[in-house]
């Protein structure tokens, strides 16, 4: 199951009951399940968040994200728990031969470029040359087609700061449409 990711903008109290993340404003309660939530975004200063909401919040393997007055990331709260295990993934991250890692560096760049493609064929409603593009990523992405494909996406898409279609990018960060809820009693 995919998680949510839950931004709090505004003056509001969590709590918990029945393994129920609370929201309580002063005009509206809301209860979402606190399994169904991967990240949890805090950009207000004046959120409260109970310490029992924090520990459940924790045991169930959400991040807790904290928004600084600049609505940038500020902190992060993480289950330790897991901490071994993250610790054993950095090392063999960072042990990985290099042949290995410039194959890992492709792969991705490969479907970031799909990915794109994709994309611009549904807001464009027109194939694209993406494809290509992908099959044109070599080991370590020395051809810098990660590059070549970035020039041509980013062609479709306004300047900063304008809005295109409800999608918002901002140079310097703040809220570009990659929240999947906003909650707002």
Request: some cysteine; aromatic content about 8%; hydrophobic content about 35%.
């Amino acid at each position: 199951m995919l998680k949510r990711t839950i931004l709090i903008e505004n003056k509001i109290s969590i709590t918990t009951k029945n393994n129920q993340l609370v929201l309580k404003s002063e005009m509206k309660e809301s209860c979402i399940p606190i399994e169904d939530i991967g990240f949890l975004v805090l950009d207000h200063n004046e959120i409260y968040l109970s310490i029992p909401a924090i520990n459940l919040l924790v045991d169930n393997n959400t991040s807790i994200v904290i928004c600084g007055k600049n609505h940038l990331p500020n902190g992060m709260l993480l289950n330790l728990n897991s901490h071994h295990i993250q610790q054993e993934i950095f090392k063999n991250q960072i042990e990985a031969s290099i042949p290995l890692k410039k194959q890992l560096w492709q792969q991705t760049i490969i479907e970031k470029i799909k990915n794109q493609g994709k994309l611009l064929e549904k807001i464009t409603d027109s194939k694209n040359s993406f494809v290509f593009l992908a099959s044109k990523v070599l080991s370590g992405d020395s051809s810098n087609m990660e590059g070549v494909a970035a020039q041509q996406y980013w062609k479709y898409f306004p300047q900063p700061n304008l809005e295109f279609d409800g999608i918002k990018r901002e140079r310097y960060g703040g809220k570009n449409g990659q929240i999947d809820h906003r909650f707002s009693v």
